[in-house]
């Protein structure tokens, strides 16, 4: 297991193509109604590593396009948090208008906060 974890570090085309792999395999042999808690949370974590692969290869398809100045990981890990959490409520039959309009300004809060925190501060000139 740790090689292939190595091999799939050191090439960055194998990761996305495992986890393609994976999702496949997993959703396509699982059946959601007789599944265990454990099987479960492992379909919820691809779910999210295939959504922060999405957003992440999309934020580069719009920087190579010139429509992004730059990447920005924050970015990248709150949008795709926020439709996470939207298809997780989905799934459990709890998406409302009213949680989607409780989720945005959280988002927006929360992508604010965590940008301020990777600021470096500078020294003041006295």
């Given amino acids: 297991m740790k090689?292939?974890?190595?091999?799939?570090?050191?090439?960055?085309?194998?990761?996305?193509?495992?986890l393609l792999l994976a999702d496949g395999?997993?959703?396509?042999?699982s059946d959601p109604?007789?599944?265990?808690?454990?099987?479960?949370?492992?379909g919820w974590l691809l779910i999210a590593a295939s959504t922060y692969l999405l957003f992440s290869v999309g934020s580069k398809l719009l920087k190579l396009a010139g429509l992004l100045k730059q990447e920005k990981r924050i970015?990248?890990?709150?949008?795709?948090?926020?439709?996470?959490?939207?298809?997780l409520l989905q799934a459990v039959g709890q998406l409302s208008l009213r949680d989607i309009a409780a989720l945005v300004p959280l988002a927006i809060i929360g992508y604010?906060?965590?940008r301020?925190?990777?600021v470096k501060s500078l020294p003041y000139n006295t």
């Fill in 3 to 18: 090689q292939i974890l190595a091999i799939a570090s050191t090439h960055k085309k194998t990761l996305p193509v495992m």
């Fill in 25 to 29: 395999f997993f959703f396509a042999l």
């Fill in 33 to 42: 109604h007789h599944m265990p808690i454990p099987a479960m949370v492992l």
């Fill in 75 to 87: 970015s990248v890990i709150s949008l795709s948090g926020f439709v996470y959490l939207l298809v």
């Fill in 112 to 114: 604010l906060y965590f």
């Fill in 116 to 118: 301020r925190v990777k």
